[in-house]
Each structure stands twice: as structure tokens, then as C-alpha cells.
């Protein structure tokens, strides 16, 4: 049976500076969308059958043509609202010297940040099983945050897995205990939990994993895995946290580290594959990724995982 898993999120047009000067290597991207291509492509390398969808909204227009035409190239079908008028975000990222990356956004007029202000989308939510982070979340006006928590639950009721992440970015948010607050309205409605440590803290929701996963499950959450960067990750579901630690690589780029992480993890479970077992595959496809610049690599980039 082929299960549908249905990205949630804003795709930009991004920009990553590709030396000193004025030069920028663009292409598409945006954290959901990165990993529905990894959860695409692992998917594929384990042998899972999924159709893999990103619900956003895009503008009437060329670019929105070709970055439709982008995912659709990538296998990730499109479930957009289409907002005539608008036109696609972009960002820039500037890579520093330890590969660690900084960001500047143009998305506030964004389609995709009309669409999800609003509650027409709502009914488009479906699948098996359903992605979104705290990236979505900001983008939510207070009816479309209400609505969503309740069209999720309403899956959940018919058998549908949610999955959040938090992804959390400062400017975006007005405090951290606004964010925080959002997020654990969605993290009430989640099955599984694909989070950073760092982000946690910052939220104020933990102080080091193990507090992070205690806040976590006191949510609701029945599985919770919590990113350490360069150690890995740590794993749980019924039972303490299980460490899971990953390969030393050269980091060019970690731009898309935790998606492209989340991407193989849920590709494993899918194939059902062990929580730790999931985190290797994660892991791998992490540490190929950092390796190269932008969010979205070659494919040829990619490990062997079958």
C-alpha cells in the first residue's frame, strides 16, 4: 500500500553566497519541502512505497511555475493554493568558516505567507502522515493555528501520524514564550517529535536532552527525537533516551542538517525501521549533506542506504 506523507510549509527561492563578493549559487528551498526530498529520496533507497506531497501556496507566475516544476522533478507532488498576485520568498545564506550559516529572508509577502495567515487551506490537509515545524507555525495567523490544531487532530482520530518539528528562528517570532506557546499547541497533536537541542533551550522548554524529552512527553508526544548537531541525535519511545551517535565529517554547508536528518528518519520508520535504526539513516544522509552547499544537494551526493 502506498502511504501519502503531505509536507507542510513555505518553498523559497534561495540564494547561497558562493564566495566574498556579489556571486550566488540559487535554487529552490525551504525546511519542510528539504525534507520531503529526503524523505523522497530515502524512501526510495529503502524501498518504501509513499507519495510524497508539499502543501503550500505559490503566486501565478514563472517562478512559481518552475519551482513547482522543481519538486514535481524531485518527486514531490504539489497540493498548492495558488495566489494570484504573489510571488514566491526568497532567502540568502552566508556560510562561515566552521560551516555554521546565518539567514536573511524576504518572505512577509510572500503567497505562501498570505495562504497559511488565512483558513481556506485547511481542508487541503491530509495523508497518512503529516510533516510541518515551527516555520509553518509562525506563518499561522491565531484562526489558521486554531484550525489547524483542530483539522491534525481530526486526522489523527482516522488513524494519520503527525509529526512536528520546531525549528525555531528568533526573528521571526515576536518572544521565545510566544513561540513556544504556538508550538506546543501543534506538539499537542504530534506523534513524534524531530527536535534540536539548541532550539529547545532557547524556547525555554530544556536545559539538555533529558529535559527536553520530559517536556516533550508532557505534551503528549509518544515519540520524541532530539538533535545534538556533530554527536548525533537521541532517541525515544517507550523508554529513556537512547544515544544514537553519528560519523565526524568536514561541514561546508548545515544549512539543511536537522531537515535532511528528518527526511531519513522518517523514511526509516516507514519502512519500519527501530527509532535508532531510523537516526543512523538520518544521520548519514546529515552528514552527506554538510558536505556540500545549499539545502537541496545532487542526488549523487547521496549515501548508499539499501
Given at each position: ?169 528568533p526573528a521571526a517570532w515576536e518572544s521565545p514564550a510566544r513561540a513556544a506557546e ?125
Amino acid at each position: 500500500m502506498t502511504l501519502v506523507v503531505q509536507c507542510i510549509g513555505e518553498c523559497m527561492i534561495e540564494f547561497v553566497r558562493t564566495g566574498a563578493g556579489a556571486g550566488a549559487q540559487v535554487q529552490y528551498a525551504g525546511d519542510t519541502f528539504n525534507t520531503a526530498v529526503y524523505l523522497r529520496r530515502a524512501s526510495d533507497a529503502l524501498g518504501v512505497e509513499v507519495d510524497v506531497r508539499f502543501l503550500s501556496g505559490v503566486g501565478v507566475d514563472d517562478e512559481s511555475d518552475r519551482m513547482r516544476a522543481y519538486w514535481r522533478g524531485e518527486g514531490v507532488a504539489d497540493d498548492v493554493v495558488l495566489v494570484d498576485g504573489r510571488h514566491p520568498g526568497a532567502y540568502l545564506v552566508t556560510t562561515h568558516d566552521d560551516g555554521e550559516r546565518s539567514f536573511l529572508y524576504w518572505r512577509r509577502r510572500s503567497a505562501a505567507a498570505h495562504v497559511f495567515a488565512g483558513t481556506d487551506w485547511l481542508e487541503a490537509v491530509r495523508g497518512d502522515l503529516v510533516y510541518l515545524s515551527g516555520i509553518t507555525t509562525q506563518l499561522l495567523g491565531d484562526a489558521a493555528l486554531d484550525g489547524v490544531v483542530a483539522r491534525l487532530a481530526a486526522l489523527r482520530d482516522q488513524g494519520a501520524r503527525v509529526v512536528f518539528d520546531s525549528n525555531y528562528r528568533p526573528a521571526a517570532w515576536e518572544s521565545p514564550a510566544r513561540a513556544a506557546e504556538a508550538m506546543a499547541r501543534v506538539l499537542a497533536v504530534s506523534d513524534i517529535a524531530l527536535v534540536t537541542l539548541e532550539d529547545e533551550i532557547a524556547l525555554g522548554r530544556a536545559v539538555d536532552v533529558a529535559s527536553a524529552v520530559a517536556a516533550l512527553t508532557a505534551l503528549g508526544v509518544g515519540e520524541v527525537v532530539v538533535k545534538v548537531g556533530t554527536e548525533g541525535a537521541w532517541v525515544t519511545k517507550d523508554g529513556g533516551p537512547l544515544h544514537v551517535a553519528t560519523v565526524a565529517v568536514d561541514a561546508v554547508d548545515t544549512t539543511a542538517a536537522g531537515d535532511s536528518f528528518n527526511g531519513g528518519y522518517l523514511a526509516g520508520r516507514l519502512a519500519g525501521l527501530s527509532p535508532s535504526a531510523a537516526a543512523q539513516v538520518g544521520n548519514r544522509i546529515a552528514g552527506a549533506v554538510v558536505q556540500s552547499r545549499g539545502a537541496v544537494v545532487d542526488v549523487a551526493l547521496m549515501p548508499v542506504l539499501s
